[in-house]
């Protein structure tokens, strides 16, 4: 499985599941275009790829809750390539706290806004990029937050509120773009364990039906979804909880 013809973008890889999808995508050969809420942030994971020897990655700063940096964010990709390949909705922050109550009035809208509203801008600035491809695939990790009648998290209602609102998009997002070949590929995992990929944890993390799930089989999925002939669309994946 190689990727060195897929130009990819990806939200929130200054960390996390982020900085894993940079490093794996990488890895295998794609020219990947990353972005972090602070510059600073995107450097460095820029910089660890570019020690394990590849060349190809770039950094920008993208602040999903800022219309303006998410316009600033497609339009800086835009001048380095024509087209994106992949465009991976990784970013969305998250709130603790099963008491609504419990988070300030800011911390909501920063919650909805980068998780809803930040994944629709981007989808929408990256749009032009993704029909220059002849194989443009959106993948949007939400969440099991984001899956009707779902309870068992400690998230915020904000949270819940948020990834609702990305299933939403993501649902009718990919009814209306398939007629012009974008696949619309969605995420819908509960917590899962999320090893350094440049660890010794990254291979030796129990993988077994009663352990937790893994970002090791979360980006597996993403690869798998992404690398299927152009007549199959997977729309979703969704994951028992342990």
Not at 32 to 52: G, K, M, P, T
Not at 108 to 129: C, E, H, Q, R, Y
Not at 139 to 154: K, L, P, Q
């Amino acid at each position: 499985m190689r990727f060195d013809d897929h130009r990819v973008v990806i939200t929130a890889a200054g960390r996390d599941f982020g900085r894993t999808l940079a490093i794996r995508f990488a890895d295998l050969g794609a020219e990947v275009f990353l972005s972090a809420r602070s510059l600073a942030a995107a450097e460095r994971v820029r910089d660890e790829i570019r020690d394990r020897g590849h060349q190809q990655v770039h950094a920008y700063a993208c602040d999903l809750t800022d219309p303006a940096s998410i316009r600033d964010f497609a339009s800086g990709v835009n001048q380095r390539t024509d087209r994106v390949d992949i465009l991976i909705n990784n970013g969305a922050r998250y709130l603790h706290g099963p008491d609504l109550q419990s988070a300030s009035d800011a911390d909501v809208v920063d919650t909805i806004a980068s998780g809803a509203t930040g994944t629709v801008l981007t989808v929408k600035n990256f749009l032009p990029l993704l029909l220059n491809s002849d194989k443009p695939d959106v993948v949007t990790m939400v969440s099991a937050c984001g899956t009707a009648g779902h309870h068992r998290s400690d998230a915020h209602d904000a949270f819940y509120a948020a990834k609702s609102a990305q299933a939403g998009f993501t649902e009718i997002l990919s009814k209306r773009l398939r007629p012009q070949g974008v696949r619309v590929i969605s995420l819908y995992p509960p917590d899962f364990d999320n090893p350094d990929p440049l660890s010794k944890e990254w291979e030796s993390t129990p993988r077994e039906a009663k352990d937790a799930l893994t970002a090791q089989s979360l980006a597996q999925c993403i690869l798998f979804a992404v690398t299927q002939p152009r007549d199959c669309f997977i729309k979703a994946f969704h994951f028992e909880q342990v």
